[in-house]
């Protein structure tokens, strides 16, 4: 991971979802249409439906995860990309949070939901509370897109781009901000020496 505070911030986008017939790659495709804007980010795709995520907790589920843990430790920032489920957020998506820790800490978190009156929100703020006990920092201003099913066209495009397009730069600009700044941070003094031992 690069200090260089002229580098581009490296980040980290987990696509949350891995339900048969998830939407998810219909909104992340539209995400990394917003990314390919931006020369201050170089961009890590993480799509759980790719991940093996165990079902137990223990040593054999965590050595399994290794990979995804240090590709979390590798970025500078995340966004996560998050349908909402009953209120909520999926379940492999907290799976797949519980198996990283130290990865987590002083990284910024951005948000793009989806769903329908809702638009994704209820799963966001339960994901801000769990990113708090992960001692990681979330971007107030996210990205949801309500009624998302009826939003894009047949090939993938919103119908109504400016609004989810100006949200989206938005929360990227904030997240930059915070990554640099945190990025720094940790260079010059590392935020576990903060935590008791």
């Known amino acids: 991971m690069s200090t260089d505070p002229a580098s581009p911030i490296r980040l980290a986008v987990i696509v949350g979802s891995n339900r048969e017939g998830r ?3 219909t909104v992340s ?3 990394a249409g917003q990314l390919d804007r931006r020369t201050d980010i170089e961009t890590d795709v993480i799509d759980l439906d790719d991940v093996e995520i165990p079902l137990r907790f223990g040593a054999a589920g965590r050595s399994a995860m290794t990979p995804f843990r240090e590709r979390i430790g590798a970025a500078d920032a995340i966004v996560v990309i998050t349908p909402e489920y009953n209120h909520s957020y999926p379940a492999p998506l907290k799976q797949a949070i519980d198996f990283v820790k130290l990865e987590w800490f002083a990284k910024p978190i951005g948000f793009v939901a ?3 009156v809702s638009g994704g929100l209820r799963a966001v703020e339960h994901l801000r509370n769990v990113f708090a006990e992960l001692h990681a920092v979330t971007i107030r201003d996210s ?3 309500h ?3 009826g939003r894009f066209d047949e090939a993938g495009q919103l119908l109504e781009p400016e609004p989810a397009d100006a949200a989206a730069q938005l929360m990227l600009d904030e997240l930059v901000w915070f990554a640099e700044a945190l990025r ?3 260079a010059a003094r590392p935020y576990t020496s903060l935590l008791p031992s």
Do not use: E, M, Q
């Open 23 to 25: 939407f998810a790659p």
């Open 29 to 31: 495709r539209w995400f």
């Open 114 to 116: 989806y769903g329908g």
């Open 143 to 145: 990205v949801s897109l």
């Open 147 to 149: 009624g998302a099913g």
């Open 184 to 186: 720094a941070a940790r």
